[in-house]
């Protein structure tokens, strides 16, 4: 199933990048010159914004008053890791043999056109997390198949553990209050997918709020979103003062680089916490495989290409898995034989699909080798959308970092403090001007 790797990526980086006569391509780029900062991401289990001002929480009242975490918690990342990922207080569903924290290498640089990002970590597994949960013909069905470690069918046995790898950067430039002193620690709430307290799918679809702003669970939002004290997921502004907040620059950068739904064609997606975890405006490389309505899926793996037009369950971490439009992918046959057993990815991902301002990231590329990812990325400088922090020379901003790797998702990530990056300006990251 060679096939599967051709087509643009076979190209080489620098034909897919073409276009910016200027820009460095980051694939290419002398990284040597470059310096490297070895940042310490751990697992946060449930430290929420509402148990860290909780009286189990030495720290509560500090913390309270917008106190930095590093005042207390200075070099202690990996302890806190190793002791949250085990059962705990923070941690009622421990998994098995999951690393506390991780170290990622990071380098930053920029030209006239971009910031370029570096990132090099080492993977819990012998193998990347390339596959994304798929759909499972089961002799009259497509039913979901694979999830992630945390999801009660992947621990109860019922369910293999599926999920891609991921990078993630969360960007600030002053506008969020407090970010600068507890990161990420804003926008992680009681009541988010596997959280505390986290409420039925009925539970959210009855709340005013929710039906508001269309959403049907609860993700990362911003303490200034809400109306109460303590943040509560489900005490939402009015979308006119939301609107405000977002106009003014009240909200966080969080792109995401997806080793399944963006690397495949080179992309990183862009989104933006505010109310919800958004997405920019615009479209994503990636989109569902699955007609909602027939409960069939759009496209299914060319065989001419890719040897099947299914995938087994013993395929997984053999072959790539990933559907790419018009590369591997032929308009799904109803009629061509399916077996119980057979496999097709949930998402179809193309390059030429994603558009606006979700498309920014169009120049990132991820290799995984000896256990090992490296990430390259360019992110345009001085962006002007409005669902955009504009990273401009001469200027600091607070960085968070995460990697999701293991087969895990939503909070079962490696995470850091937050960090200052400066582009032509103090911080702990200092940005290599390019020549
Ligand atoms: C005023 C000091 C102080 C501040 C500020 C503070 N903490 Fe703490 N935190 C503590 C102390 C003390 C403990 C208890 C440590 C122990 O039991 O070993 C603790 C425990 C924790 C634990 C649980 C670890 C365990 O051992 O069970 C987490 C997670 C945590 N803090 C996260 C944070 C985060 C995130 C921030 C910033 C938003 C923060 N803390 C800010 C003092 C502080």
Redesign the pocket.
């Known amino acids: 199933m060679k096939a599967f790797r051709a087509g643009p990526m076979a190209l080489g980086i620098a034909a897919l990048f073409s276009g910016s006569a200027v820009a460095a391509d980051p694939a290419a780029m002398d990284w040597k010159s470059v310096p490297t900062k070895t940042v310490t991401l751990f697992y ?2 449930q ?1 929420t914004f509402q ?2 001002r909780s009286a189990d ?7 309270g008053g917008g ?7 200075k070099g202690q990342e990996e ?2 890791g190793n ?2 990922v085990k059962a ?3 941690e009622p569903t421990p998994v098995d043999g999951k690393n506390g924290a991780v170290q990622l290498s990071v380098q930053v640089a920029y030209d006239a056109q971009n910031a370029y990002f570096r990132a090099q970590w080492k993977t819990r597994n012998a193998h990347p997390g390339e596959a994304y949960p798929f759909r499972r013909f089961d002799g009259k069905e497509w039913k979901p198949y694979g999830n992630q470690r945390l999801a009660a069918a992947v621990r109860k046995g019922e369910q293999p553990p599926i999920y891609e790898d991921r990078f993630s950067i969360m960007i600030d430039d002053g506008g969020v209050q407090n970010f600068a ?3 990420c ?2 926008t992680c709430h009681d009541g988010e997918r596997d959280s505390r307290k986290q409420p039925s799918a009925d539970q959210v679809k009855a709340t005013a709020f929710f039906q508001a702003i269309k959403k049907a669970d609860v993700r990362k939002y911003l303490p200034s979103t809400r109306t109460d004290a303590l943040a509560s997921w489900d005490q939402g502004k009015s979308l006119d003062e939301i609107a405000k907040i977002k106009a003014a620059g009240g909200f966080l950068d969080l792109m995401q680089w997806r080793a399944h739904r963006s690397n495949p064609v080179g992309m990183a997606d862009d989104g933006y916490v505010l109310e919800y975890r958004n997405f920019d405006a615009g479209k994503n490389p990636f989109s569902s495989n699955f007609d909602a309505k027939s409960g069939q899926p759009k496209f299914m793996y060319d065989a001419k290409k890719s040897g099947k037009k299914a995938l087994a369950i013993d395929d997984i971490r053999k072959l790539p898995t990933v559907l790419v439009r018009g590369q591997n992918t032929v308009p799904f046959d109803p009629n061509a034989g399916w077996k119980a057993g057979d496999l097709l990815p949930q998402y179809v991902v193309s390059r030429e699909d994603a558009a606006g301002s979700a498309a920014d990231n169009k120049q990132v590329k991820g290799v995984w080798k000896d256990g090992m990812w490296t990430v390259v990325w360019a992110r345009p400088l001085n962006l002007a959308n409005p669902d955009d922090k504009a990273l401009k020379e001469g200027k600091v901003y607070n960085f968070a970092f995460a990697v999701h790797d293991d087969n895990m998702t939503s909070r079962g990530h490696l995470v850091s ?1 937050p960090v200052t990056v400066g582009f032509g300006a103090k911080a702990t990251i200092e940005a290599t001007k390019l020549k």
């Open positions: 946060p289990g430290s148990w860290l929480h030495p720290g509560a009242q500090m913390v106190q930095e975490c590093v005042t207390c918690h302890k806190l002791k949250l705990n207080k923070l002193q507890q990161g620690w804003l403090f």
